[in-house]
């Protein structure tokens, strides 16, 4: 079928729905429900034999969902209906919920049913949920749906109040329900009302004279003080004490003043600047194990002859300073009797490479841009020429442009199933570094490598297998990827043919020396980097700040119809184009 993806934004789920559905064999083509394009005019044009909505904000007009059957992906149960659905149930407490897929009609949330799906809600961030479970769910559900409207003979059913008895419109949740009274709440009371927005629109508060929105919650089980007080850094998150305990915040955005600038997330201590008094950085060391509960976004840990080394760093961004403290981890890592390496987090996000709020907000943008291209390209060098232990990149979840190449520098590539890869850059302006120019095309040839470069799609875990991308697709929900791959590396350990592998390596990096040194691949691709950071003019910087400040785009990219797939110069406001696009169901801004 030729389906139409109508979306408020090219996020990680429409991204996921599009890529499944062209791995089925469908045509896809994707319409952006922008201010000022009348969308039935945009659908006439596609003329789709079925329009679904992955994330969409806005109702659809009746001009479309009279002439076209239209599938709208509501991340509730059967019944629930309003704009805040997921941050209710997380803010709540609720541990079980659904996906459902509704026939678009004259009542948002209200229409037929064409299936649902049921999933569990761990204790994590909304935004971790929505590309975990959620999406999970959401995939089973809009694939069951196309699969019964194309059989022409399935009967949506309504929504029966009898069937329905806790059905409720839930309203916005805003700010005077997500606020922190740290006197009164508990750890877990805090930790929730922050899960619950922790990516839109974070909850409100005053830090330090200031108004902040506090993005992302861990718990903290040693650290104690007066409630409110901030206690200690890690990383660039703040601790901060609670009345029965403490929670680490990674990330701020200062509010928004009246008739200023937009504001956007940064790692706390850089938000906070010079208002932050002098306090302990609080880093745990790499080894021993760190056994308490707390929250650090490096971990290493060892079981028999396999090395776990995890990072997990807020929307898969990666600046100058955690470049460098991962390599610092990895090359410790790698000093450890282990024959086998694992790198990669336990849920989420693997990486989505540079990290451009902090670039963004430096004094010398293109500085810091160079800056964070060589601590990445550092850390991509470490692990391609690791000769003395096979390295697994382990991708429980999205990765996007140099976050994709750092993961090819490793021997073996696995992906959980429900994982979107985004291996270009060009949406960005960029030509790329991270050594692409040497890991891409030897995994999949030149011109594949091409291919992927100009189209600028996303990759479904399916078709990363079948392109060589990846070496192994796991096939789990996101809490058992870590114990699956956990096994799998203990087997791959134990193989005879593990060691000769190893010592083929030393080999084949000394034969690849002596041809194409990697250092030449490098130098290549950061002579064309540091035109581009250095060109005022050059589309990256005017894309990075759209990207940056969340500006809608124009116009829905061209790149996303498949007949504009041959495009190849950089898509105008690629905020709702990348690999990382904002997630999770928005709220509307507070401030």
Known sequence: MHILLLASAFNSLTQRVHAELRDRGHSVA??????GSPLPQAVRRHAPQLVVAP?????????????????????????????????????EGVDQWGVTVLQADGEMDAGDVWACVPCRIPPVSKSELYRGEIADAALEAVMLAVERFAGGTYAPRKQDAAQTADARLRPYLDQSVRRIDWAEDSTQDVLRKLRAADSQPGVLDVLLGGEWYLHGGHPESVLRGRPGKLLATRGGAVCRATRDGAVWIPELRPRRRPGGPPTFKLPAVL???????????NAPPLLPEVRHPTWTDIRYREDGNVGFLSFSFPGGA????????????????????????VLGGQRDFFSNGIHLNVIEAADDPAAESWANINAIDDLVEAVLTTTDRLVVAALAGNAAAGGVMLALAADEVWCRSGAVLNPHYRLMGLYGSE????????RVGDATAERLMREALPVSSASALRLGLVDRVVECGPDEFAGEVGGLAARLASLPATSSRI????????RLESATPLAGFRAQELARMRRTFDDPDA?????????????????????LAPAAVAQTGPIPMAADVTGTAPDGIPSPPNG
Do not use: N
């Not at 994707?30 to 201010?35: I, S, T």
């Not at 806005?58 to 805040?84: F, M, N």
């Not at 938000?271 to 950085?281: S, T």
């Open 30 to 35: 994707v319409e952006l429900a922008l201010p």
């Open 55 to 91: 994330m969409l904000k806005t109702a659809i007009p009746e001009e479309v969902w009279a002439a076209h059957t239209c599938l709208v992906v509501h991340p509730g149960p059967v019944g629930d209906r309003g704009p805040s659905s997921l941050d209710w149930a997380i803010h």
């Open 271 to 281: 938000a906070l600047g010079d208002r932050l008094p002098p306090l302990p950085e």
């Open 318 to 341: 990666m600046s100058t300073k955690q470049c460098r403290r991962l390599l610092d981890a990895y090359r410790e890592a790698c000093a450890r009797p282990t024959s086998v390496l």
């Open 435 to 442: 050594y692409w120019t040497h890991t891409l095309p030897r």
């Open 503 to 510: 010592t083929a390596k030393k080999t084949g990096l000394d």
């Open 539 to 559: 589309p990256y910087h005017a894309l990075r700040r759209s990207f940056v400040h969340k500006e809608r785009p124009a116009c829905t990219p061209p790149h």
